[in-house]
């Protein structure tokens, strides 16, 4: 095992990437050569102990844990118990195609890098190594407004991979507009608005440490950047955003995590100001999503942000067949919250989700062995899902339908994390 931050040999930008399934014979062949093993486990039940055991205490606490008594995250484990695959034989499933269309666009694979912010705190390759790496393997990037890189900086790291924009939407339209603008001219396809974290929640393993990053300016960077954001810093201030961080941070967070959500009839300055498909993410209930439709998105996240929000809410994935059966044909129906398994993910795409976002197993990833790590994790679950759908007799992601599930009610304490 390697301690390094080196791509492990084998790995590393090859045409390869593009044949998910491969990876499985890749780590394999690695063995038998004795060449360099990839560094982060590909155990699902392993990772967070891993994580844990590399990551500094604060970092890793951080990305953990849960809101409250940790209930949400629970349901959201839970809830993807009760599903369970009714595997079909003898169909022809050889060359697996994960291609999927979201708004028109053709996507090489089904799953989404999740806006995960304040990336620096896991790993010094931050968000500029993960974008890099998902553009490597075809898979989006969701970049988050509280980002330590800048909408900037993460366009030019992807290069000509896809990416969306995440907005943590702030009180001031001006800045908003701004931001928006940044996006658009950045490459950045579709807008993502996080609904569910306009206030951070109640977050005790954050609380007992008195840790928030974005106090000390992590995570503010696309504030700090912002030509808007910095004209109004200057004029009140008499000095710009990096000269005086503290105040410069409270200023921002001021603006963006305020305690003041916006209303739905606030949806009507995002349409004037970006020309792409909208996407709100953090919907929970099948009147929002019905509302989404309405106030004219085009797609909906079925998320509970990892359970890190509202404690004591019911399993993401618990909601999502009824929501898709309310506006499933009115508009595109993404998932997250939950996802640790190829498995997971044919779960969520059978009950009606179009792709799938990831979120904390890839940060895993990114702590154990930076952007290398994040990849493994991305490549890991893309081989489990390719092989997983071969074993089910799925030929491709059209093929991840309700007939492939059944629901139980199995009782009982198992490890394993399925
Ligand atoms: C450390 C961390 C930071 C996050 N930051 C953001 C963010 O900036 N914007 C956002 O919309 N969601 C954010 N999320 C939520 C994720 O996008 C996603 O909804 C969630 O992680 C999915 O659940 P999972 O971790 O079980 O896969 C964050 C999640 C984590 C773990
Ligand atoms: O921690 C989070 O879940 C999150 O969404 C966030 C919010 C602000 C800054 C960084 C991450």
Not at 114 to 138: L, M, R, S, W, Y
Not at 180 to 197: H, I, M
Not at 290 to 295: F, K, P, W
Not at 334 to 353: E, Y
Request: proline share 5%; net charge negative.
């Amino acid at each position: 095992m390697s301690s390094t931050n080196e791509a492990p040999r084998g790995f590393q930008g090859s045409e390869e990437h593009r044949k998910y399934g491969a990876f499985q014979n890749e780590l394999y062949k690695a063995g038998m050569f004795a060449q360099r093993l990839p560094i982060v486990t590909t155990d699902p039940n392993k990772l967070e102990e891993q994580a844990r055991s590399k990551m500094a205490l604060t970092s890793f606490n951080y990305v953990s844990g849960g809101a409250g008594e940790g209930s949400t995250m629970d349901a959201n484990r839970l809830a993807f118990r009760q599903w369970k695959m009714v595997p079909r034989m003898l169909r022809p499933t050889s060359g697996r195609d994960f291609k999927v269309n979201l708004f028109g666009e053709t996507y090489d694979s089904p799953i989404l890098m999740a806006p995960i912010g304040v990336q620096q705190i896991f790993h010094q390759d931050k968000e500029t190594g993960v974008a890099e790496v998902c553009a490597e393997i075809g898979v989006p990037y969701i970049l988050s407004t509280a980002s330590s890189s800048s909408i900037e900086e993460v366009a030019q790291a992807s290069g000509n991979g896809p990416r969306w924009y995440q907005l943590y939407w702030p009180q001031s339209d001006d800045i908003t507009i701004s931001l928006l603008e940044r996006a658009k001219a950045n490459g950045y396809k579709v807008l993502v608005v996080t609904l569910d974290t306009w206030a951070m929640a109640w977050r005790p393993a954050d609380l007992d440490q008195g840790y928030v990053p974005f106090f000390k300016g992590v995570g503010n960077t696309n504030g700090f950047t912002d030509p808007v954001f910095r004209e109004k810093f200057q004029k009140k201030y008499g000095a710009a955003p990096e000269e005086k961080a503290l105040e410069a941070s409270a200023e921002w967070i001021g603006d963006v995590f305020s305690g003041a959500p916006h209303t739905w009839d606030h949806i009507a300055l995002l349409k004037k100001h970006w020309d792409g498909p909208i996407v709100l993410k953090g919907i929970q209930h099948p009147d929002d999503a019905r509302l989404a439709v309405e106030h004219g998105c085009d797609g909906i996240i079925v998320s509970n942000h990892g359970g890190r929000q509202l404690d004591g809410a019911i399993g993401s994935l618990e909601m999502l067949p009824e929501i898709v059966e309310a506006v499933g044909d009115k508009c595109t129906v993404l998932f997250d919250s939950g996802i640790r398994t190829g498995v997971d993910i044919i779960k969520a795409l059978s009950l009606g989700a179009k792709a799938v976002l990831i979120g904390r197993p890839v940060v895993y990833g990114l702590g154990i062995g930076g952007k290398y790590g994040a990849k493994q994790v991305l490549q890991g679950l893309l081989a489990d899902l390719d092989q997983s759908m071969g074993l089910a007799g799925i030929p491709d992601i059209a093929g991840c339908n309700r007939s492939m599930v059944r629901r139980v009610q199995y009782g009982g304490d198992l490890k394993s994390s399925n």
